[in-house]
C-alpha cells in the first residue's frame, strides 16, 4: 500500500507538471501564432514589409469620410497652368498661299488664336566672372578691391548648384553618384561627391544656429510629436529621433533608443511642458515634464490583432476608440460627458480583465517561482489601465490629435533614404543628414522654396520667419 501510495503521488507530481508545460506550449503556440499573422493592420510592421501578399486596402484605418464628391471642391484654388502676358519667346505659324486660289498672300496679318506651352529652358551652367578693378588715388595709393567671401578660386561651383544637389540627396534620396550623373547628363559638368560633401558640410555648420531656434519653437509648441527609428550607421545600429509639430522638425542620432537618448543634451523632450504626443515606449513616461498622449493609430493596430484572435473586448474597445474619434471632430468632449466616457472605458477594460488569460508562473529548474508569462490582450490592457487618460487625452483636450501620423509621415523619408543607400558610412554624415532634413522639412512646412533658403543659409542671409 505505501509503495502504491507513493507511485499515485509521484503520479500526481508528474501530471501537475505536464499540464504546467502544457499550458507553457500553449501560451508559447498562440504567440508564435499570433507572430505569423501580423501584417500592417494589426501590427507595427510596415506595408513594404508584406511584399505582394498585401491584399489591396478595403478602408482607411480612421474614418476620413466627409460626404463631399472626390475631387477639387467649390472654391477651391486650382493650380492650372494660366496665360502669361510675356511669354519669353514668340512662334508666328501662318500661310504663305491661299488654299482656295493658290495666291501669294499679302496684306496684313492678323492673330486669331494663341496657345502657350510651358517647358524648360535648355539646361546649361550660368558662369559668372568676378574681376577685381584697382583705382589709383590722387595721393598716389593704389586700392583694390576684394572677391565676395564665398568666391575663393579661380574656378568653382556656385551656391545654387549646390542648393539644388543637396536637396536631390537630402529631401529626395539621390546617391550621390546619381547626382553627378545627372548633371554630366544635363549639363556636360559632373558635380562630383568630394564637391558635394564639402558643400553639405558647410551647410551643415551654418544651420547650427537655425536648428537651435526650431528646437526652441518645439520645446514651446501646445503640442509637439516624438518617435524614433533604427538607422545603419558604419554597419551598426543607431537612431534617429524626432520630435516635430505641423510647422517645425527636428532631428538628432543617438546610439541608444531610450531613456539615453531622451536625457542626452541633443534631446528636447525633457523641456517640452505641454503635450507631447507618442507610442507607449516606457521611456517616454520616465522623462520629462509634459503631459503624454498615446497614438490612437498605434492601440487600433493592436487591438486589431487581439480582434482577429476573437476577443471581443477589443471589438468593444476598437469601437469605442473610433466612437470617440468620430464625436471629437467638432472638438473635445464637453466636461459633463467626460465621466459617461470614463466609465464606459473601464467597463470595457473590466470585461478585458475576465476574458484574457491570467499570467503563468512557471517554476524554474531550482525550485523558485519564474517571471510571470502574460498573453499580448493582457500586456495591452494593462497599459490601457495604467496609461488612461494619455489613451484618451485627444477625447478631452482641445488641440490634441488621436495619432502620432506627424511623427510617422516625418520619420518616413529617413527610412525612404535608407532603403535605397542601405546605410550611413559615417556618423558624421548621419548627424549631417538629421541636421539638414530637419531645415528642410520645416522649410516645406512653412511653404517657403527650399532652393532658395539653402542658398540664402550658405550665403550667411537666411532670414528666420517671424
Known amino acids: 500500500m505505501e509503495e502504491l501510495i507513493k507511485e499515485i503521488s509521484d503520479l500526481k507530481a508528474l501530471v501537475n507538471r505536464l499540464l504546467l508545460r502544457i499550458e507553457e506550449l500553449e501560451a508559447e503556440n498562440a504567440d508564435l501564432r499570433r507572430q505569423l499573422g501580423q501584417n500592417s493592420s494589426n501590427s507595427h510592421k510596415p ?28 472654391g477651391h484654388t486650382g493650380k492650372t497652368l494660366q496665360f502669361v502676358e510675356h ?9 504663305t498661299h491661299c488654299g482656295s486660289c493658290g495666291l501669294a498672300l499679302q496684306g496684313e496679318a492678323e492673330v486669331v488664336a494663341r496657345r502657350q506651352v510651358f517647358d524648360l529652358p535648355p539646361t546649361r551652367l550660368w558662369v559668372s566672372q568676378h574681376e577685381l578693378v584697382a583705382h589709383r588715388c590722387s595721393c598716389g595709393h593704389k586700392q ?9 578660386a579661380p574656378v568653382q561651383y556656385g551656391n545654387r548648384i549646390h542648393a539644388q544637389s543637396i536637396m536631390l540627396n537630402i529631401d529626395y534620396r539621390l546617391p550621390f553618384s546619381k547626382i553627378s550623373q545627372l548633371w554630366a547628363d544635363l549639363t556636360g559638368y559632373a558635380y562630383n561627391r568630394a564637391t558635394l560633401t564639402s558643400a553639405q558640410s558647410k551647410l551643415f555648420e ?12 518645439l520645446k514651446a509648441a501646445p503640442v509637439c510629436h516624438f518617435d524614433e527609428t533604427g538607422l545603419r550607421i558604419e554597419g ?14 527636428y532631428f538628432f542620432v543617438h546610439d541608444k533608443r531610450g531613456q539615453q537618448a531622451l536625457l542626452s543634451e541633443k534631446s528636447i523632450f525633457p523641456e517640452c511642458v505641454n503635450w507631447t504626443v507618442h507610442d507607449c515606449w516606457l521611456s517616454y513616461f520616465t522623462v520629462g515634464k509634459g503631459r503624454h498622449s498615446l497614438c490612437g493609430a498605434h492601440l487600433l493596430r493592436e487591438l486589431q490583432a487581439l ?27 464637453t466636461a459633463d460627458q467626460q465621466a459617461h466616457w470614463r466609465s464606459r472605458y473601464q467597463q470595457i477594460c473590466q470585461q478585458a480583465d475576465q476574458e484574457e488569460h491570467p499570467p503563468i508562473y512557471f517554476i524554474k529548474s531550482n525550485g523558485r517561482l519564474g517571471r510571470a508569462k502574460k498573453t499580448t490582450g493582457r500586456n495591452l490592457l494593462q497599459r490601457l489601465i495604467l496609461h488612461q487618460e494619455a489613451v484618451l487625452a485627444f477625447a478631452f483636450e482641445s488641440g490634441v490629435p488621436f495619432t502620432n501620423n506627424q511623427a510617422e509621415r516625418d520619420l518616413r523619408a529617413a527610412k525612404v533614404k535608407q532603403k535605397i543607400s542601405n546605410c550611413f558610412r559615417s556618423i558624421g554624415g548621419a548627424t549631417a543628414y538629421a541636421r539638414i532634413a530637419g531645415f528642410i522639412s520645416t522649410i516645406r512646412k512653412m511653404n517657403r522654396n527650399i532652393i532658395q533658403n539653402i542658398e540664402s543659409v550658405l550665403q550667411g542671409s537666411f532670414q528666420w520667419a517671424t
Open 236 to 249: 551598426g545600429l543607431k537612431w534617429l529621433h524626432l520630435a516635430s509639430n505641423h510647422l517645425c522638425t
Open 87 to 95: 511669354p519669353d519667346e514668340i512662334h508666328i505659324h501662318s500661310a
Open 206 to 217: 551654418q544651420l547650427a544656429p537655425i536648428e537651435t531656434q526650431i528646437k526652441e519653437q
Open 307 to 333: 480582434i482577429d484572435q476573437e476577443r471581443q473586448w477589443a471589438k468593444d474597445m476598437h469601437e469605442y476608440l473610433l466612437e470617440a474619434y468620430r464625436s471629437t471632430r467638432q472638438g473635445p468632449i
Open 47 to 74: 506595408p513594404s514589409s508584406e511584399g505582394y501578399s498585401k491584399k489591396p486596402v478595403i478602408k482607411a484605418a480612421l474614418p476620413k469620410s466627409s460626404g463631399k464628391k472626390p475631387g477639387g471642391q467649390h
Open 144 to 152: 583694390v578691391g576684394q572677391f565676395p567671401a564665398d568666391v575663393v
